[in-house]
Structures are given as structure tokens and as C-alpha cells.
């Protein structure tokens, strides 16, 4: 990103509204640019200003514009256009301010657009639906937990939070729950999200998500739900060769040593031998030695490679 992008996406940043990977260009520019990091810095101040400003409204004002409202409302029913201008009308604001002070006439134009869209009778709308978690890319998913039902619940943030609900038969939890297994900021959802989708393991985006955590998931417990996920798939040659190149690469003793145990099922395979051959020529581990050293000894086979 750009310094002036970086400006631009400030107020989508500070409400978490940017996808994953434009919040991972912007904050990887602000590590590198003083110059944007102070302009953060303003934007949260300005931010934390409106958050603590108070507005006070009269009774009598407050009144009079409820009154107002609901003459205009009823105006509508007699057609769309005539409710579109009416709204318009009632929403137009005049502001005479100084220059400092036209982020405020921009929020509140932001917060009465918000609050318009509420009331808005839903027959106004025409063909327009609201959106919503049809896209899993647009919604971040924070906290995903099993019930003894079978169901499952994900909390999804969007513009706020909804609870959603439903089983892994479900194509609109299964795609959250593809999404949750890949969230880089949460490994605790990752966990989560992994233990239940290890559970489907016949699913062609469900295996591609369980190879994708063995392979890249920086948090080992995300990559021994992935492993529990593969137990029943370790003939598979795709499986197998992930399988081999982990043993090889990962650097937790746990992983390897359960990987181990997956490779040794496949006895007939001779690369198989070859793989623990190598790992016993780089191990340091010495509990990793010793169960590779058993397997290489049960296939017999030599624990050097010649």
C-alpha cells in the first residue's frame, strides 16, 4: 500500500471493516512508515474524541421530531418517489462550520444515514435486500463452539455480531468454519474450528483446509488437529507426500512423532523407508530416534541409508 491508500483505509482500519488482506498490507506499511503510524495516532485520537462527546437533546425537540417523522412516514404510503424526497428533504443539514471541524459534519451525516436505514419502512426498498453472511469473506468469525446436540454455534462480526447455528451438513457453517481455520490474528479459533472439521475429512475442501494447517499453521496444536483429521487418509498419495515433507520440516517433536505413526501404516510403501531413513540421519530428538528407529526395525529395514 501507498501512503495516500494507507490514509484512505485509516477509518476502515479503525473499525475493523478492511479484509484480511488489506489489513495485513496496511499494517505491514505502518510498521515500515513513521509518517502513517502518526497519522493513525490523529485518526485514534479523533476517534476516542467523538466516542466520549455527548449530545444533548431537549424533550420538546426531541418530540417535535418524532412528530415530524411520522407525518412524513405516512406521506410515503402514497408512493416511493414522493417518500424518497420527503426523506431527503428531512435529512438535509446545513452546516456552517470551520474547516477543523468538518469531520464532525461528516460522522454525523454517517451516524443519521445509519439511523435512517433503520427506520426505513421495508416495503421503501424495492428489490433491495440487507446484506449478509452469504460471503464468509466479508464477515470475521470469532468464536466458534460445539453443543452436545451435534450443533454448532459461530459467532460471526460483521457491522456487529451474530450468533449463528447450525450442523456440519450445513454448507453455511462449513464455509465460516473453513474461514475461522485459517484466521491468522486467533489460533484458539483455529483450534477449534480444526476439531471440527477434522470430522469431514472426505470433503475435498475440508482435506485441502486439514493439509494447508500441516503444512503452514505456525501453532502446533492447529497442526495435531489437522494430523487427527488425516489418520484415515494416509494412503492417499497427496496425504503421503505432505506427510513426508512435515516429518522432514516441522520443528514440533509432538507433530513428528505423530506422523510417524501415520507413515509406518503404510509399510508397503518403499519411499516410506527412505523418509525415516533421512529423519534418523537429522533427528536430535531422542524420543523421535527411538520411534523411528522401532519402525525402521519392524519394517526391517536399516536405520542408515546407503
Known sequence: MTCEEVRNNLPLFLYGELSFDAEDQLESHLDECELCRSDLARERTLHAAFDHAELTVTSDALRASRQEFQSRLSASAKGHDSFWGNLREMFTVKFHMPSVAQPIGALALVAMGFFGARFVPAGA???????????????????????????????????????????????????????????????????????????RPEMADVRSALLYALRHDANAGVRLKALEGLKGSAGDPEVRQTLSQVLLADKNPGVRTQVIDLLIQQKEQPQMVGVLQELMRKEDNGYVRMRCQKALHDMKASVESF
Open 125 to 199: 426498498l424495492g428489490g433491495f435486500v440487507s446484506a449478509g453472511v452469504a460471503d464468509p469473506i466479508a464477515s470475521r468469525v470469532r468464536y466458534v463452539e460445539p453443543e452436545a446436540s451435534g450443533r454448532i454455534q459461530i459467532v460471526v462480526e460483521e457491522t456487529r455480531q451474530r450468533t449463528l447455528t447450525g450442523n456440519m451438513g450445513d454448507e453455511r457453517i462449513q464455509r465460516l468454519l473453513l474461514t475461522a481455520a485459517k484466521d491468522p490474528a486467533d489460533p484458539g479459533l483455529r483450534v477449534e474450528s480444526m476439531d471440527l472439521l477434522k470430522s
